[in-house]
């Protein structure tokens, strides 16, 4: 059983950065891919990005591509997602998943979840 806890969440203005962390906790989810959901109220979760287990091979919702960066170190267990130039429709509940999916931009894929920071950016 792996056990994700998310931080760094908060809140900020357009423009602002933020730094998300996803530790592990249980066992390791160093063989596992890394991914980051997010969820506004009356939205289903979406995808945001993943990272593979080697760590060279990610992927990005196009609405974030170029502002957002995710990577993990495995030898603290630790993923990250690196937000730039945040605009007010990132808002939204971020979680991190961990498992081996077969489609990484489906949630119903990955098999560990945390529960979520709040990332608020006003304008």
């Known amino acids: 059983q792996v056990m994700l806890l998310e931080s760094g969440g908060g809140g900020v203005q357009t423009g602002d950065s933020l730094r998300l962390s996803c530790s592990a906790a249980g066992r390791s989810f160093s063989t596992y891919t890394v991914a980051w959901f997010r969820q506004s109220p009356g939205k289903d979760r979406e995808f945001v990005a993943s990272i593979g287990w080697i760590g060279d091979d990610s992927r990005y919702a196009n609405s974030v591509k170029g502002r957002f960066t995710i990577s993990r170190d495995n030898a603290k267990d630790t993923g990250y997602l690196q937000m730039n130039s945040l605009k007010p429709e990132d808002t939204a509940e971020y979680y991190c998943?961990?498992?081996?999916?077969?489609?990484?931009?489906?949630?119903?894929?990955?098999?560990?979840w945390g529960q979520g920071t709040q990332v608020t950016v006003s304008s």
């Open positions: 998943a961990a498992g081996r999916p077969t489609n990484f931009y489906d949630a119903e894929a990955y098999d560990y």
